[in-house]
């Protein structure tokens, strides 16, 4: 048998569903396809027509694990497209809604569905038995992120105070101070997890990225302009006329309902690799320190090193959410406008936010009555997707000594690295006809 | 060994959905530990890579049914598994992608993908009681944590469960929030909503959108549904909605279940 066919039924530990196949010929790759079989749900189809106001519901639900992310790019696409500003309080409670979802989900993802790989382990539970101690922490940090959503937005999946102009309700200043405590365990614990997973073994691995992800004063969640990464040159992507839309270009593969997404014809980065190489400037102190003490070095090249950069984020936002509550205006006087008044106009807006994937690119087109006419959501699953094929196809020349099934498992591991939000990939919508 | 008390199995399934519900099961926290030494948790692949073949004790399934391969793979499921629990909209009514039921599904393949031959899916987004027998339904998109929990600690002690099927604004006025509908003239669906979240929207000074789906006022009876069309009309009636946009009020998280589905009906002249 000189033709081999290694095939990943069912990928585990990430989130919503794909399978991987690898066709390899006399010793030689063949055929590299991540498919992914998470059944399509339209949402750009059914967004159409309705109201403004209720699309970040509707978004939010594209994605259990980064609602946020979706209500965020939603609400700053519309807002743009109305030409409307939010106040600064406002603009500061969204950071610090995404403070909570980041912490949320890279906690899970480290804790629960990566460092199981680094350990030898089938499931994050499994540390239960032999470090209960270290699974304690990593539930308890994710809880912390949970906390900020449900102080902020009522519930930490699918959190139902976002609305266009701000929130529908301003926390008290009290109900903020009520994390900090927590806030403060976090933050030793978040450098715990930096120093732990900093110290796991790694195979080398340099795909050579082109990384993309926002970048400005501030390090990048709701705001920041598009930039890419290439030769070791940060280049500005967003003051070009044709924007997002005109570089990144999406392209269906026949064995995928998830779309993939290409810059400029080629795969590249999105994620917190990608953010914290672009954004070294902006980190925090407390994260730069914490990554010297652990040994790591920027920018990060190896896809295994994401769950360091993960890590390094979970600190970042923690750090941050400590400042914007300390900071938090509105004792005595009261927490101000909720939100500001909108008047919808016939109108086009887009936006990119940083999900905790990576870039997150919403457009919506609107009419006088402020309905979704069209609308063109990319998550940033669809954008690693091509970037994930061409890591297995630079790596698995190297590992086919091994047996299929110990293939099959190194391929998985690279997977999860992206931390690939399936759920998301395939519930992008677009509303372009090309058929007729 | 042989002392050894079996502990049940465990599986977690996945259909069309967004993962939220699943995560709840992960955000248990101390308790997914006891959880995890109570039971064995035998399939679920969004936690572990170990996917061990049934019989299980008891089956929670998130999601709908909308591809062929999904009614197959329900069916196995089925004759594998003693209870099986849905958990959340999707999986209980169909969730949000149901609004593809009452549109042109060729239209909306299309209008997503550039190439929808590649795409196969069904025409409908249905719930999982829609092709097999369900034991309980927890209702919610998401799911409450809490909810879950007892759900789950019941069965372990061998208690049926029950699920509270009063309408949402029974809690609201437990915990003394004001009421938006009266005093702010928001369209608020609390009061044909099923309790479960903890009266949040109002909470949060807006109205319930409905995604914990109708109340059953005397479940698990299941002969009195909740009383949309009086709520429809005071929508359209006091607060001035259009018929449209009452409708649409009911046409969101659970378009596909009885009697969201029959309000969700009153479009107006030319409306769609």
């Given amino acids: 048998m000189t033709t081999r066919n290694i095939e990943v039924d069912l990928m585990a530990r990430v989130e919503g569903e794909g399978a991987l196949e690898v066709v390899v010929d006399k010793g030689e790759v063949k055929d590299v396809r991540l498919k992914i079989f998470e059944a399509p749900r339209f949402f750009e189809a059914f967004l159409k027509g309705r109201h403004y106001s209720e699309v970040p519901d509707i978004v939010a639900r594209i994605c259990g694990i980064c609602p946020v992310a979706y209500q965020m790019s939603s609400v700053h696409a519309i807002e743009s497209a109305f030409g409307m500003e939010v106040s600064e309080t406002v603009r500061k409670l969204r950071r610090l809604l995404y403070c909570g979802e980041w912490i949320e989900s890279h906690s899970l993802h480290v804790y629960m569905l990566h460092a199981p790989d680094f350990l030898g382990l089938d499931s994050g539970l499994e540390l239960a038995r032999s470090e209960p101690e270290i699974l304690r922490r990593g539930l308890r940090l994710?809880?912390?992120?949970?906390?900020?959503?449900?102080v902020l937005g009522g519930r930490a999946v699918h959190p139902v105070s976002v609305c266009i102009g701000g929130f529908t309700r301003l926390p008290q200043t009290n109900e903020l101070r009520s994390l900090l405590d927590e806030l403060h365990w976090a933050r030793e614990a978040a450098k715990e997890t930096l120093a732990w997973v900093a110290g796991f073994e790694m195979p080398d691995l340099s795909p050579g990225y082109t990384f993309a992800a926002l970048s400005g004063n501030v390090y990048p969640m709701n705001e920041g302009a598009i930039t890419v990464s290439r030769d070791g040159t940060a280049h500005d992507m967003s003051c070009a006329s044709d924007g997002f839309e005109g570089h990144f270009k999406e392209r269906q593969a026949p064995y995928s309902t998830a779309m993939q997404c290409l810059l400029d014809e080629k795969p590249y980065l999105v994620g917190p690799m990608a953010r914290l190489n672009l954004n070294a400037a902006s980190l925090r102190p407390v994260v730069r320190e914490a990554l010297a003490e652990a040994g790591v070095e920027l920018p990060l090249v190896n896809p295994y090193h994401a769950i360091i950069a993960r890590s390094a984020e979970v600190l970042q936002a923690v750090d941050e959410a400590i400042e914007l509550i300390e900071d938090y205006e509105g004792l005595g006087t009261g927490p101000g406008e909720p939100y500001r008044p909108v008047t919808p106009k016939e109108s086009v807006g887009t936006a990119v936010t940083e999900a905790p994937r990576g870039m997150l690119y919403h457009r919506y087109a609107l009419d006088a009555d402020g309905r979704v006419v069209e609308a063109n959501i990319v998550p940033p699953t669809s954008q690693n997707q091509?970037?994930?094929e061409a890591d297995l196809w630079q790596m698995i020349p190297s590992i086919l000594s091994l047996s299929d099934e110990a293939l099959a498992a190194a391929c998985e591991r690279v997977i999860r690295c992206y931390d690939p939000c399936i759920s998301c990939a395939t519930h992008f919508l677009r509303l372009k006809r090309v058929a007729a | 060994?042989?002392?050894?008390?079996?502990?049940?199995?465990?599986?977690?399934?996945?259909?069309?959905?967004?993962d939220g519900c699943q995560l709840s099961v992960l955000s248990l926290e101390e308790d997914l530990l006891m959880l995890n030494e109570r039971v064995k948790i035998a399939f679920f692949p969004e936690a572990s890579s170990r996917m061990l073949d049934g019989p299980y004790d008891v089956a929670l399934i998130e999601g709908s049914v909308s591809t062929p391969e999904q009614i197959h793979h329900l069916a196995a499921i089925r004759e594998q598994c003693d209870t099986l629990i849905t958990i959340g909209a999707c999986a209980t009514s169909g969730g949000l992608q149901a609004l593809r039921n009452f549109a042109d599904h060729d239209a909306f393949v299309q209008a997503v993908y550039p190439h929808p031959e590649y795409i196969r899916s069904l025409s409908t987004s249905t719930p999982i009681s829609e092709h097999v027998a369900v034991d309980y339904e927890l209702w919610g998109c998401p799911i409450d944590k809490d909810q879950l929990r007892k759900v789950l600690s019941d069965l372990l002690a061998g208690v049926v469960p029950r699920i509270p099927g009063v309408s949402v604004c029974q809690e609201?006025?437990?915990r003394q929030k004001v009421c938006v509908l009266v005093t702010k003239g928001e369209p608020c669906l609390g009061p044909v909503t099923r309790t479960g979240c903890g009266a949040i929207c109002p909470s949060m000074g807006r109205a319930c959108y409905g995604c914990f789906g109708p109340a059953e006022p005397s479940y698990p009876a299941r002969r009195e549904h909740a009383n949309t069309e009086a709520?429809?009309?005071?929508?359209?009636?006091?607060l001035h909605l259009s018929a449209h946009e009452a409708a649409h009020r009911f046409r969101f998280i659970h378009s596909y279940v009885s009697p969201f589905k029959e309000a969700g009906e009153e479009t107006g002249e030319g409306e769609t």
């Fill in chain 1, 142 to 150: 994710k809880k912390v992120g949970d906390r900020i959503l449900t």
């Fill in chain 1, 386 to 388: 091509a970037r994930m």
């Fill in chain 2, 1 to 18: 060994m042989a002392e050894q008390i079996k502990r049940p199995r465990l599986a977690v399934f996945k259909f069309a959905s967004c």
């Fill in chain 2, 172 to 174: 609201c006025k437990r």
């Fill in chain 2, 231 to 238: 709520l429809s009309r005071r929508f359209r009636e006091t």
